[in-house]
């Protein structure tokens, strides 16, 4: 049913978005006459590669840095690739990976190999599913550019504050996913674009129906200050990457 309903909706997404992304693709290879798409290697569903297709939204070449973690303050973020990521239209090209079975739409978010080598044996559950375009995590951390900005190692400072909250969210989606899961992350995805503030209490509204850790639903309010905390799995907070 999931593979069905993925199929469906990717392909109609596609055909929606077709105009705008073909805009935006333009105008991404008008900057600097290269490629407007980011094919980025990524791991999925049980350890597999697959080739993920994004939007570019920075200068051509920008992967070569070896900074996976990307700062809002960025600067090999470009100014139409400002745009691309306010409006999520990178995440958008991801309808083609959905419908050729790569992802699907709702499920912890892919990751590339440098950082699922870091994965903990429970994190490594978060590989038994594919990966999707949005679950819990997106939206609590669509900040997660500002969340970095400023910071001397982006990595690191994922690893620190982000991933500790961001996998154990993916695996309480794992535990948790139906159907009707789908959908409402789906729509709080949708209503997040508009209202952050109000897609988070949906979010915090379905996690305590499903009786989540306190401290998990405390974080994801995002009223405090993010702070570093073990991955699930440690008890120790990651001190290099």
């Given at each position: 049913m999931k593979r069905v309903f993925d199929i469906i909706i990717s392909f109609f997404g596609l055909l929606f978005f077709s105009s705008i992304l073909l805009s935006a693709m333009f105008l991404v290879w008008w900057q600097d006459k290269h490629s407007p798409l980011y094919i980025s290697e990524r791991v999925g569903i049980n350890g597999s590669r697959f080739k993920m297709f994004k939007l570019r939204s920075m200068l051509f070449g920008a992967d070569k840095s070896g900074v996976d973690s990307t700062s809002s303050d960025d600067h090999r973020i470009t100014p139409i690739g400002k745009f691309i990521r306010s409006y999520k239209l990178d995440e958008v090209t991801q309808l083609w990976n959905v419908?050729?079975?790569?992802?699907?739409l709702v499920g912890p978010r892919p990751n590339v190999k440098s950082e699922t080598d870091l994965y903990t044996k429970e994190e490594e559950k978060?590989?038994?599913?594919?990966?999707?375009?949005?679950?819990?995590a997106s939206i609590i951390f669509s900040d997660e550019g500002q969340i970095l900005e400023g910071r001397k190692n982006p990595d690191l400072s994922y690893n620190q504050l982000i991933r500790p909250w961001k996998s154990r969210l993916g695996l309480i989606y794992i535990e948790n996913q139906s159907t009707l899961t789908d959908l409402k992350i789906i729509i709080f995805t949708i209503i997040s674009i508009f209202s952050k503030k109000n897609a988070i209490k949906l979010v915090i509204s379905q996690l305590e129906k499903i009786n989540v850790d306190p401290k998990v639903i405390k974080v994801s309010a995002r009223v405090e200050k993010l702070y570093p905390y073990p991955p699930p799995g440690s008890n120790e907070i990651v001190s290099s990457r």
């Open positions: 419908l050729i079975g790569d992802m699907s978060l590989l038994i599913v594919r990966p999707g375009i949005t679950d819990f």
